[in-house]
């Protein structure tokens, strides 16, 4: 049933302000995303379930969640607080791949514990042979020592169980609610950037909360990185790559498809729909327009909206922007003045400063030409920075530069640990089915 909220002309909805995790409890919501008049939107867009055959992809779609969730319980492991599905073994390709008769894909899933140590001491005891020799030779001092290192993360591939082949990581729950909030590693929030299934929640809601969050700093990044006017299909690369753009394994032989993200995108659109419409459509400052069976979408690239956006990205990428404009105190006044600060001084900027400037655009020019102007001592040096950093030509290309910095060095010593928590007959088959993954996509793209 579709709420009765006035008539309106046929396939288009009327959607309604909603009071999302972040407005509920974060303060430093910028207004944008609260929507206080109702606005229209494309009822395929705003209700994806009204995508064409999508009654039959979820029939599909359920019934191999129920098959992983079965999987799940069958691995026999250990309590868990929160556990996740993802990847090609789980959305669209695998289905297709049993229907075809060919070899589904290896399941990925992500365990959460409240201490990974006492886990895996547990996980021990009943899946001896999930583990190398060495990691139960070394004990529990190491294990701690090999969790912490990298995105915080055990990797176990090929695990058979009822046929099928899995792989599973063990995260603590601290460790994923903080990536997920703050950006620390994008090692699993990246991952949860592009559709996932929701296995099993023992979290009083804490993960899809900060889940939400972390969904909605991917769509204000991928915001920043678009141009004015973009598709639908665009803006779904860009958040599908995301975690990519610092992954040394998309260029080395064994690492990851070179179409990964084209196929990631493919083959899970009305997933994709269905995670980003709701909050798209509380953006005040982005459009969504049909044109025949596609959308586009324009967004306002004035710099007060710019700097509304970018005060609120995540924490590890906010902090890393700022460090970076201050080393350069040549491009600008308010660089200069700021490079000696402490940079959390300038992590916060007041929206309703900023807002006000874009409604008087003239003072806003005259600051950025001239930051030693009168009216500069009326706008603290927050505000006056991030007006800056986004009017800077170099500003997206910083902010891509930070995520790549970000996702680097985890992603890497994540590979190297495989070795020590996999072991190497395993890590030497997953490498190789990567260079098999690899080989197909170079002839295929």
Not at 102 to 110: F, K, S, Y
């Amino acid at each position: 049933m579709v709420p009765r909220w006035g008539r309106l002309p046929a396939g288009v909805y009327r959607v309604k302000p909603m009071r999302s995790f972040y407005q509920r409890n974060a303060s430093h919501i910028e207004s944008e995303f609260v929507t206080p008049n109702a606005r229209q939107f494309p009822a395929s867009f705003v209700v994806p379930t009204a995508m064409p055959d999508m009654s039959q992809r979820t029939a599909e779609e359920a019934e191999h969640r129920k098959h992983i969730l079965a999987i799940l319980h069958g691995m026999n492991l250990p309590i868990m607080q929160y556990a996740f599905a993802y990847g090609s073994g789980v959305f669209s390709q695998a289905p297709l791949s049993r229907r075809d008769g060919g070899a589904p894909p290896m399941i990925d899933m992500v365990v959460a514990v409240k201490d990974p140590v006492h886990w895996h001491a547990a996980n021990m005891l009943r899946n001896k042979s999930h583990y190398p020799w060495w990691t139960r030779w070394f004990g529990l001092w190491a294990i701690r020592a090999a969790q912490k290192m990298g995105a915080g993360l055990w990797y176990v591939p090929y695990v058979k169980v009822n046929n099928e082949i899995i792989k599973y990581g063990v995260i603590s729950i601290e460790d994923l609610c903080k990536d997920l909030l703050y950006w620390n590693t994008l090692y699993v929030g990246g991952r949860m950037h592009k559709p996932i299934a929701c296995l099993f929640d023992a979290t009083n809601n804490r993960v899809p909360n900060a889940q939400q969050a972390n969904l909605t700093s991917a769509l204000r990044a991928s915001l920043l990185l678009l141009p004015a006017s973009f598709s639908e299909m665009e803006l779904y690369r860009m958040l599908a790559s995301l975690s990519y753009m610092g992954d040394f394994r998309m260029k080395v032989p064994g690492g990851e498809n070179r179409n990964k993200v084209e196929n990631i995108v493919k083959h899970q659109l009305p997933w994709f729909r269905i995670m980003y419409s709701t909050l798209l459509t509380r953006l005040r400052f982005v459009h969504v327009n049909h044109n025949e069976e596609s959308f586009t979408m324009r967004q306002d690239k004035r710099p007060a909206t710019l700097a509304l956006v970018a005060i609120n990205l995540p924490q590890t990428l906010r902090l890393r922007l700022v460090q970076h404009f201050q080393r350069q105190p040549h491009l600008h006044p308010v660089f200069h003045k700021c490079k000696d600060m402490d940079p959390e001084e300038l992590m916060p900027a007041t929206s309703a400063n900023i807002r006000k400037l874009r409604d008087n655009p003239e003072t806003r020019k005259k600051l950025y030409e001239d930051d030693d102007c009168e009216e500069a001592d009326e706008w603290p040096y927050s505000t006056r920075f991030w007006l800056a950093v986004v009017q800077q030509p170099s500003f997206e290309d910083a902010l891509r530069e930070q995520i790549v910095q970000i996702v680097s060095e985890p992603t890497r010593i994540q590979s190297l640990k495989g070795l020590y928590t996999a072991g190497i007959g395993r890590s030497l088959r997953y490498l190789w089915s990567k260079m098999r993954d690899k080989d197909k996509g170079r002839h295929s793209g």
